[in-house]
Structures are given as structure tokens and as C-alpha cells.
């Protein structure tokens, strides 16, 4: 055995690990950290529904399925092209409760305040919450402030929770993708993570960049009434190919995309040129991805093209049998796994 | 986006696959030094496009990969001094040191900072002057004029609590290298597409000449790649060995010489070690004399305990192409990206990086 | 080893002394070094590596060289990427203007 050379393995977790960042880029890691830390504690409380690690939990309450999710929006910069931390907030939630087919009906916020965030700024974000509620047509109902001492909370962290109510015959969980079903992506892909990376110091350029960040509420509707709709996720922290990398896993199933389909704006593109990043791994705000059966895809795409939201979508592969996998074809027709992220992704150099 | 998009048309890359495949009457070993052109290669599967009538072996462009554990060992210790700010690329953050890395020293309270130019670092230095800010000057001859203009700018507007961690390695010195080694297979060049925008190619022809090679400059996307290729081809088919242009759009045979120059101002040519390899004369840079106050190492001078690799990685094998990644044996197992045991693992541009990313298994017969 | 990504100069101006260039990269724009490119100029075409323009792209060579490449793979008519020029703001919110 090797001495003196004791490199510390961020995973598995040994004794005497802490937390790293790459535990909250939404990739290997933080499922890790979900899968083998959180969820086996937590699990004993309740109902098996949070191992199902849907985007939101949809539990009975009598004659009615609730949907009930929360989220944290620690996002840095809170101000970024197209929008701030509030406006997120508002629709991260709501399209948690959306991607398991509920109508949101009320968000709780709970704000994390940092000593010395002037007030104007604290101004700006809940008033785009606000705007955010009324575009999204949920009501926010109740809510909590605490002050944490300079240097805790990068000016603020939002939580919002959300409730909403799932009609009886809509079945949509990430364990639902079948064989043979086709994938849809709702719109261009990686352009929230480049407009925060935007403002982020030491990497910063300037253009037409905005944060996709959007309700999907009618979106779904809209899929939803056009055909069998068998998983919806949105696509967050990890891109895409996180997504996508869950939903395989969730449902057993293997998965190919044509890289070539895969929509993204040109100054997107551009920036992840630029940075040498991969876009398919970049965070969105405003996407989803839906798994559909074959034989109502073009319907459940022109449905979802129709609806703003939607007006970017594609159909970018299919599910196939064999064990969890997810595999991106190339314009060359060859072929290389779309792996999950492993911690952060960094713009590189070279 | 003009100049790249053209030049990933798939059209145009079948038809050169097609055309190398018969322009070659037996089969021929290439090495590709570049980083970034082992990246494309192997994502979009063009070795395997080639093969067998092309192997491809991969050289050590990676600046990252190969810049001495000593040093990254220094900058974790400059990261974690409070009085100092360690910026960066983004590529260095997660190569393993000793005993760690730089994510690690920030995780434990260092300050590291991704930049994305040195002159971003500059920036910082000016807004921090309580502290000496020192900016990982790691890279090959494409990215030492940008850290000379940094260095100069700091002289010329008085920012002294700036420095430079300097790892500048060169190619020429590193192609001899692998062009002496005993059990050398590779047969032609793809000499690194944006090092000659900077230096242009005539250092190259002294090389094609005495060790009978061809050399052709080549770019970065997969239409660049296998136009080079099939010009290297050409040359090995018909018993020529010259440095021919691939990258015409980018690269001229004199290079940049306002580049050149500034460079030259700033740094000296110097003995440099390659992680994995070795010591390779004069393969380095050093600031000059009239510079070396900008120097990490002088301002910082290193103490502590040498440096002690893996004993199990095989960066050097493979950054010299004696050896494939998927032919180590810790390859996909105990060395991964989440857990690796060496550099080519962890840098986006490293070759066992490129192979794991890509899916390729381990290989049934390992080295 | 060489990330370099190919801009058009669309502003050049001075700073600490050292020329500096607006460079649009297809819909994004950020500021590089212009000292080691004293031919380029606004429209120039540069290749821009860690914030500095390292070499001017020769467009008339890279036009010849791309016709034999196209040739090569029979394409029909040579279908360029457009310049940035004449792309508005809007167009690049996803779903349109709001």
C-alpha cells in the first residue's frame, strides 16, 4: 500500500468529512448526499414518498392529492440579468408543485436576512415576488424573517414552500419512464447558470443574457391535455444532464439524445464556449424535461410550442430498455455517456 | 459562431475520415500534444472513427497535468496564509496535491478565487492591497504573453501586492522529449494550433528535419483535427517530413511577435520539472531578474514537507503516450474524477479525464 | 492547453494605459487585450485566449482553405454562420419577448 499519500476522497464520506460546495451543484454529490445521508435518517418520519425524490411530494388528505414541496434559493449574486433571487424563488416552487401535475395554489416564505442587506435591495427582491405570485396565480400565504450577523447569508437566502392540488387522474413521477417513450426538452437550455455566471466576480462579460426563470404552470397544463405525459422534471442546478441522469436512474431505464437537438441560444452557446463549459451541465430556471409515450409526442411538442413557455421545446431522444443509463449521440453518429456531474463545474483554461 | 460552427460540419469531417482511411496504405501512429485537441478527439469519437488505420496517442498538452506537485503544494500553502489571495483557473482547483487540493484549502477557509484572465487577478490585487495576491501562472506558450502583460502592468501602475506562482512549461522541448525516448511509436505531429498563433512554427522545423517527422500545425475543432491528420498522412504515405500549416485562419509562420517580444521582456527560459516526467532542460519559464519581485516563490519562499506523489498513478506513461488511460489499472476504479489519484484525471483537458468522461472501459489488458 | 475562442472587435479604447477591445463572440461581448494585435481594429476578427487577442483571423485564407474543405464533403453552398449584427435583444429571451 501507498504512504504519504493520503488524499482525501470526497467520496464516500469518511469520519471527520465536512460539507464541500460540490455537495449543492446538484450532480453526483448531492445525490450522494441525498441518497446515503439525508434520506435514510429522514425517511423513518413518513410515508416512503420522500425516497421517491419526486420534484415535489404528492400525498393523499382525504378525498384530495396535495402536492407539497420546499426549496432554498442561496443563488450569488441575488441580482442577476433577467431577474433576482425572488423571482426564483417564487417560480422554483412553483414548478416543483407543476412537475407533479398540481395546480400551486400558496407559497410560505421564509427569508434569511444578512445584517447590513440594505433595505432597497430587500425591497427589490420581495416585490418581484410579488409580481412573481400574481404571474404565476399563487397566493403567498404566510412566512418568516430572521436576521443572521454580516458574513452569514451572502445578503439573503430565500425558502419557499409551496401546496397545490394534483387532479385525480393525472400519474406523473420520475419512476414513470418506459421503454420506447420519447424525451422533450421545454426550451434552450444553460442560459440561467451563464446569466449568473455573468455577474459573478472575476468571470464577467456582457450581452443579451437573461435568466430563463418562469412559471411552467401552463406549460404542463398544456402537455398534460395533449397527451400521455409519463415524468416531467424541471431542470435546475446540474443542468440537463442531471435530469436526465435522475430520471433513468428513478425509473431503471437507459436513454439516448442527439446532441445535435439539444436546444441553446447562440450568445448561451457562446458564453459556454467561452468558459469551456459544457451546456447540457449548466443550471436553467425555466426548463423542463418531459417523458413522453411515442405515439403522442409530436402532439404533447406542438402543445407545448404553442404556450410561451414551451416555445423553444424539442424532442431530443428516447427511452430504451437495459440499466440506468444515458448515453448523447453525436452529429458523427458516434456515442459517449452523458454522465452525472461530479461536483462543481469550473470554466476551465485549456 | 463564425470560425467554429464551419469547421464541426459533419459532412465535411465524414468525408475526411473517408478520405484519410484511403489516402493510408498501412497503418500510422499520430501523437496530438495538445489538450484541447484530445478533448475533441475523444468526445466525439474520432479515434475510434480512425482506428485502426490511425492511433491516436495523446501527448502532454495539459498544462495543468503537468505542472510540479511542489507547486501546487505552494499554492495551498499561499492560499491558506491570510495575508495572501491565491487566484486562478478554474482547471487547478481540483488537481491533488500532496494531501490535497486548492477546493479543499478554500473548503477549510483559504481564499481561493476562480479568475479568468490574469489581469482579472490584477483587479483583485488592487482592490485588496492589504494583501499579496498571487495568481497560479500555470499554462504553455499560448497563455505566457497574457501573464507577462500582467506582470508589467503591475510594475508600470505600482501594484506591488501582486505576484506570480509561475508553472510555464513549452512544447518544442517536451516533442524532443518523447522524440528520444526509448520505444517511441509516434510517427507525426499535431503540433498545438493556438501555441503557434503565438509562436509560429519555424522552432518546429529543425525538429521535423533532424528526427525525420512530419509536423502539422492543426486546430481545434473536429474538421481542423482530421484535416491535419490527413495532412500528416499525406506527408508519411509520401516519405515527407515538414511542418505544414493546417490552422491557416489562426497561425502564421512568424507567429506574434508584439508577443514574442513582451514575453521575451519578462521571462527567461529555464529548467523546468514535468509532473510525471521529470526534469526537462530548459522546458520552463522564470520571470527575468528586473521582475522577480512579482515571483510567488521568492515572496513566499517554500518550507514544509517535500512533496509525495501517488505511487500507484501513471500520469507520466501517459502523458508521454507509452501508455494509454485506460490501460492503468487504477483507471475507472481507484482513480476517478470524483477521486483522483493524479492530474490527467481531474483537468478537463487531461487524457484519463477525456477517456473516462467519454465512457471508454477499462482495457482488457492492463499496462 | 489553448482555449481560444474567435471574436469580432466591435469597440477599442484605452485603459491603464494599454489598448483594450469590445469583442462580440456571437450575442455576448466581453473586454480583452488588444496590445498584442495592434493590426486589428473594429471588425477585425481576433483570437481572444484568458482575455487577450493572441492572433488576428486571416479571413481571405480561411475562406479558400474552407472552400476546399467543402468541396471535399460536396456541400452545396458554403452556409456561414451570420454575423451578430442585426440580432435584437429580444430575440434572445427565451420564449420570446415578455
Same mark, same amino acid.
Given at each position: 500500500?501507498?504512504?504519504?499519500?493520503?488524499?482525501?476522497?470526497?467520496?464516500?464520506?469518511?469520519?471527520?468529512?465536512?460539507?464541500?460546495?460540490?455537495?449543492?451543484? @446538484?450532480?453526483?454529490?448531492?445525490?450522494?448526499?441525498?441518497?446515503?445521508?439525508?434520506?435514510?435518517?429522514?425517511?423513518?418520519?413518513?410515508?416512503?414518498?420522500?425516497?421517491?425524490?419526486?420534484?415535489?411530494?404528492?400525498?393523499?388528505?382525504? &378525498?384530495?392529492?396535495?402536492?407539497?414541496?420546499?426549496?432554498?434559493?442561496?443563488?450569488?449574486?441575488?441580482?442577476?440579468?433577467?431577474?433576482?433571487?425572488?423571482?426564483?424563488?417564487?417560480?422554483?416552487?412553483?414548478? &416543483?408543485?407543476?412537475?407533479?401535475?398540481?395546480?400551486?395554489?400558496?407559497?410560505?416564505?421564509?427569508?434569511?436576512?444578512? $445584517?447590513?442587506?440594505?433595505?432597497? &435591495?430587500?425591497?427589490?427582491?420581495?416585490?418581484?415576488?410579488?409580481?412573481?405570485?400574481?404571474?404565476?396565480?399563487?397566493?403567498?400565504?404566510?412566512?418568516?424573517?430572521?436576521?443572521?450577523?454580516? @458574513?452569514?447569508?451572502?445578503?439573503?437566502?430565500?425558502?419557499?414552500? !409551496?401546496?397545490?392540488?394534483?387532479?385525480?387522474?393525472? $400519474?406523473?413521477?420520475?419512476?414513470?419512464?418506459?421503454?420506447?417513450?420519447?424525451?422533450?426538452?421545454?426550451?434552450?437550455?444553460?442560459?440561467? !447558470?451563464?446569466?449568473?455566471?455573468?455577474?459573478?466576480?472575476?468571470?464577467?462579460?456582457?450581452?443579451?443574457?437573461?435568466?430563463?426563470?418562469?412559471?411552467?404552470?401552463?406549460?404542463?397544463?398544456?402537455?398534460?391535455?395533449?397527451?400521455?405525459?409519463?415524468?416531467?422534471?424541471?431542470?435546475?442546478?446540474?443542468?440537463?444532464?442531471?435530469?436526465?441522469?435522475?430520471?433513468?436512474?428513478?425509473?431503471?431505464?437507459?436513454?439516448?439524445?442527439?446532441?445535435?437537438?439539444?436546444?441553446?441560444? /447562440? /450568445?448561451?452557446?457562446?458564453?459556454?464556449?467561452?468558459?469551456?463549459?459544457?451546456?447540457?451541465?449548466?443550471?436553467?430556471?425555466?426548463?423542463?424535461?418531459?417523458?413522453?409515450?411515442? $405515439? &403522442?409526442?409530436?402532439?404533447?411538442?406542438?402543445?407545448?410550442?404553442?404556450?410561451?413557455?414551451?416555445? @423553444?421545446?424539442?424532442?431530443?431522444?428516447?427511452?430504451? $430498455? !437495459?440499466?440506468?443509463?444515458?448515453?448523447?449521440?453525436?452529429?458523427?453518429?458516434?456515442?459517449?455517456?452523458?454522465?452525472?456531474?461530479?461536483?462543481?463545474?469550473?470554466?476551465?483554461?485549456? | 459562431?463564425?470560425?467554429?460552427?464551419?469547421?464541426?460540419?459533419?459532412?465535411?469531417?465524414?468525408?475526411?475520415?473517408?478520405?484519410?482511411?484511403?489516402?493510408?496504405?498501412?497503418?500510422?501512429?499520430?501523437?496530438?500534444?495538445?489538450?484541447?485537441?484530445?478533448?475533441?478527439?475523444?468526445?466525439?469519437?474520432? +479515434?475510434?472513427?480512425?482506428?485502426?488505420?490511425?492511433?491516436?496517442?495523446?501527448?502532454?498538452?495539459?498544462?495543468?497535468?503537468?505542472?510540479?506537485?511542489?507547486?501546487?503544494?505552494?499554492?495551498?500553502?499561499?492560499?491558506?496564509?491570510?495575508?495572501?489571495?491565491?487566484?486562478?483557473?478554474?482547471?487547478?482547483?481540483?488537481?491533488?496535491? #500532496? #494531501?490535497?487540493?486548492?477546493?479543499?484549502?478554500? %473548503?477549510?477557509?483559504? +481564499?481561493?478565487?476562480?479568475?479568468?484572465?490574469?489581469?482579472? %487577478?490584477?483587479?483583485?490585487?488592487?482592490?485588496?492591497?492589504?494583501?499579496?495576491?498571487?495568481?497560479?501562472?500555470?499554462?504553455?506558450?499560448?497563455?505566457?504573453?497574457?501573464?507577462?502583460?500582467?506582470?508589467?502592468?503591475?510594475?508600470?501602475?505600482?501594484?506591488?501586492?501582486? %505576484?506570480?506562482?509561475?508553472?510555464?512549461?513549452?512544447?518544442? =522541448?517536451?516533442?524532443?522529449?518523447?522524440?528520444?525516448?526509448?520505444?517511441?511509436?509516434?510517427?507525426?505531429?499535431?503540433?498545438?494550433?493556438?501555441?503557434?498563433?503565438?509562436?509560429?512554427?519555424?522552432?518546429?522545423?529543425?525538429?521535423?528535419?533532424?528526427?525525420?517527422?512530419?509536423?502539422?500545425?492543426?486546430?481545434?475543432?473536429?474538421?481542423?483535427?482530421?484535416?491535419?491528420?490527413?495532412?500528416?498522412?499525406?506527408?508519411?504515405?509520401?516519405?515527407?517530413?515538414?511542418?505544414?500549416?493546417?490552422?491557416?485562419?489562426?497561425?502564421?509562420? +512568424?507567429?506574434?511577435?508584439?508577443?514574442?517580444?513582451?514575453?521575451?521582456?519578462?521571462?527567461?527560459?529555464?529548467?523546468?520539472?514535468?509532473?510525471?516526467?521529470?526534469?526537462?532542460?530548459?522546458?520552463?519559464?522564470?520571470?527575468?531578474?528586473?521582475?522577480?519581485?512579482?515571483?510567488?516563490?521568492?515572496?513566499?519562499?517554500?518550507?514544509?514537507? =517535500?512533496?509525495?506523489?501517488?505511487?500507484?498513478?501513471?500520469?507520466?506513461?501517459?502523458?508521454?503516450?507509452?501508455?494509454?488511460?485506460?490501460?492503468? =489499472? %487504477?483507471?475507472?476504479?481507484?482513480?476517478?474524477?470524483?477521486?483522483?489519484?493524479?492530474? =490527467?484525471?481531474?483537468?478537463?483537458?487531461?487524457?484519463?479525464?477525456?477517456?473516462?468522461?467519454?465512457?471508454?472501459?477499462?482495457?482488457?489488458?492492463?499496462? | 492547453?489553448?482555449? *481560444?475562442?474567435?471574436?469580432?472587435?466591435?469597440?477599442?479604447?484605452?485603459?491603464?494605459?494599454?489598448?483594450?477591445?469590445?469583442?462580440?463572440?456571437?450575442?455576448?461581448?466581453?473586454?480583452?487585450?488588444?496590445?498584442?494585435?495592434?493590426?486589428?481594429?473594429?471588425?477585425?476578427?481576433?483570437?481572444?485566449?484568458?482575455?487577450?487577442?493572441?492572433?488576428?483571423?486571416?479571413?481571405?485564407?480561411?475562406?479558400?482553405?474552407?472552400?476546399?474543405?467543402?468541396?471535399? *464533403?460536396?456541400?452545396?453552398?458554403?452556409?456561414?454562420?451570420?454575423?451578430?449584427?442585426?440580432?435584437?435583444?429580444?430575440?434572445?429571451?427565451?420564449?420570446?419577448?415578455?
Amino acid at each position: 500500500m501507498t504512504e504519504g499519500f493520503a488524499l482525501q476522497c470526497p467520496v464516500p464520506l469518511p469520519p471527520g468529512a465536512s460539507v464541500l460546495l460540490g455537495h449543492g451543484s @446538484g450532480g453526483k454529490l448531492t445525490q450522494q448526499l441525498i441518497r446515503e445521508v439525508l434520506v435514510p435518517i429522514l425517511d423513518e418520519t413518513g410515508s416512503s414518498e420522500l425516497a421517491r425524490l419526486g420534484d415535489a411530494a404528492v400525498v393523499r388528505v382525504g &378525498d384530495v392529492r396535495l402536492a407539497f414541496t420546499t426549496d432554498a434559493f442561496v443563488v450569488t449574486p441575488a441580482f442577476f440579468p433577467g431577474s433576482n433571487i425572488g423571482e426564483l424563488a417564487v417560480n422554483g416552487t412553483v414548478n &416543483d408543485l407543476a412537475m407533479m401535475g398540481a395546480r400551486p395554489l400558496f407559497l410560505s416564505a421564509a427569508l434569511i436576512l444578512e $445584517e447590513g442587506l440594505p433595505l432597497e &435591495d430587500l425591497g427589490l427582491v420581495v416585490t418581484a415576488m410579488a409580481e412573481a405570485c400574481r404571474r404565476a396565480g399563487v397566493q403567498l400565504v404566510t412566512g418568516d424573517t430572521k436576521v443572521v450577523e454580516r @458574513g452569514s447569508a451572502d445578503g439573503l437566502f430565500v425558502i419557499t414552500s !409551496g401546496v397545490g392540488l394534483v387532479p385525480e387522474d393525472v $400519474e406523473l413521477g420520475p419512476e414513470r419512464a418506459r421503454p420506447g417513450d420519447r424525451i422533450l426538452v421545454s426550451g434552450p437550455v444553460a442560459s440561467h !447558470g451563464v446569466a449568473v455566471m455573468s455577474r459573478r466576480a472575476g468571470i464577467t462579460f456582457e450581452g443579451e443574457l437573461a435568466s430563463d426563470t418562469q412559471p411552467l404552470t401552463e406549460l404542463v397544463e398544456a402537455m398534460l391535455a395533449a397527451g400521455e405525459v409519463h415524468a416531467l422534471r424541471d431542470a435546475t442546478r446540474g443542468g440537463i444532464a442531471s435530469v436526465l441522469n435522475e430520471l433513468a436512474e428513478a425509473s431503471g431505464v437507459a436513454m439516448v439524445v442527439e446532441e445535435s437537438e439539444i436546444p441553446v441560444l /447562440p /450568445p448561451v452557446r457562446a458564453a459556454c464556449e467561452m468558459l469551456g463549459l459544457d451546456p447540457l451541465y449548466v443550471a436553467n430556471e425555466g426548463v423542463c424535461v418531459a417523458v413522453v409515450a411515442p $405515439e &403522442d409526442a409530436e402532439a404533447v411538442l406542438a402543445a407545448a410550442r404553442r404556450v410561451p413557455a414551451g416555445a @423553444g421545446a424539442a424532442l431530443v431522444g428516447e427511452v430504451l $430498455e !437495459g440499466p440506468p443509463k444515458v448515453s448523447l449521440r453525436t452529429s458523427l453518429g458516434t456515442t459517449r455517456p452523458l454522465l452525472m456531474l461530479a461536483g462543481d463545474q469550473l470554466p476551465r483554461i485549456c | 459562431m463564425r470560425f467554429i460552427d464551419e469547421y464541426r460540419d459533419d459532412r465535411i469531417a465524414r468525408a475526411l475520415i473517408e478520405e484519410i482511411h484511403r489516402t493510408a496504405t498501412r497503418p500510422w501512429t499520430l501523437m496530438e500534444v495538445c489538450g484541447g485537441q484530445t478533448h475533441t478527439l475523444i468526445r466525439q469519437g474520432i +479515434d475510434e472513427l480512425l482506428a485502426p488505420t490511425i492511433t491516436l496517442v495523446h501527448g502532454p498538452g495539459c498544462p495543468v497535468c503537468v505542472t510540479p506537485l511542489a507547486l501546487i503544494d505552494e499554492a495551498i500553502a499561499i492560499a491558506k496564509r491570510p495575508d495572501a489571495i491565491l487566484c486562478s483557473f478554474g482547471d487547478m482547483l481540483r488537481v491533488p496535491g #500532496s #494531501s490535497e487540493d486548492l477546493l479543499m484549502a478554500r %473548503a477549510a477557509g483559504g +481564499d481561493v478565487r476562480v479568475v479568468y484572465s490574469p489581469l482579472d %487577478a490584477l483587479e483583485v490585487a488592487r482592490r485588496n492591497p492589504d494583501r499579496t495576491v498571487v495568481f497560479f501562472a500555470v499554462g504553455f506558450e499560448t497563455t505566457a504573453p497574457a501573464n507577462a502583460m500582467a506582470v508589467l502592468q503591475a510594475a508600470r501602475l505600482g501594484i506591488e501586492n501582486f %505576484a506570480l506562482l509561475v508553472a510555464h512549461v513549452l512544447v518544442p =522541448p517536451a516533442i524532443v522529449a518523447i522524440l528520444v525516448s526509448p520505444g517511441n511509436r509516434v510517427q507525426g505531429f499535431l503540433a498545438p494550433g493556438h501555441v503557434c498563433a503565438v509562436q509560429g512554427w519555424r522552432e518546429y522545423e529543425p525538429l521535423a528535419r533532424e528526427y525525420r517527422v512530419p509536423i502539422v500545425v492543426t486546430g481545434f475543432e473536429p474538421v481542423d483535427l482530421l484535416e491535419g491528420i490527413l495532412m500528416v498522412v499525406r506527408q508519411l504515405e509520401e516519405g515527407r517530413h515538414e511542418v505544414e500549416n493546417q490552422y491557416v485562419r489562426a497561425v502564421r509562420r +512568424d507567429g506574434n511577435r508584439a508577443a514574442q517580444a513582451v514575453v521575451a521582456e519578462v521571462f527567461e527560459t529555464c529548467d523546468r520539472a514535468w509532473r510525471g516526467i521529470g526534469v526537462i532542460p530548459k522546458s520552463g519559464l522564470r520571470l527575468r531578474a528586473p521582475y522577480r519581485r512579482f515571483d510567488a516563490e521568492v515572496r513566499f519562499p517554500r518550507e514544509g514537507a =517535500p512533496a509525495s506523489e501517488s505511487e500507484i498513478c501513471m500520469a507520466g506513461a501517459v502523458l508521454t503516450g507509452r501508455v494509454r488511460p485506460d490501460q492503468c =489499472p %487504477a483507471y475507472g476504479t481507484r482513480c476517478t474524477p470524483s477521486s483522483p489519484l493524479g492530474a =490527467p484525471m481531474v483537468s478537463s483537458e487531461g487524457a484519463c479525464a477525456a477517456y473516462f468522461l467519454a465512457g471508454r472501459p477499462p482495457a482488457e489488458v492492463p499496462a | 492547453m489553448c482555449l *481560444g475562442v474567435p471574436g469580432r472587435i466591435v469597440e477599442v479604447y484605452t485603459e491603464d494605459g494599454v489598448r483594450m477591445g469590445r469583442v462580440d463572440f456571437g450575442g455576448i461581448t466581453r473586454a480583452a487585450c488588444l496590445e498584442y494585435t495592434p493590426e486589428a481594429d473594429v471588425g477585425s476578427w481576433v483570437v481572444i485566449h484568458v482575455g487577450f487577442a493572441i492572433s488576428v483571423v486571416d479571413e481571405e485564407e480561411a475562406r479558400r482553405a474552407y472552400e476546399l474543405l467543402a468541396e471535399m *464533403g460536396n456541400l452545396e453552398d458554403i452556409d456561414l454562420p451570420q454575423s451578430p449584427e442585426g440580432v435584437r435583444a429580444e430575440d434572445y429571451r427565451p420564449g420570446g419577448p415578455r
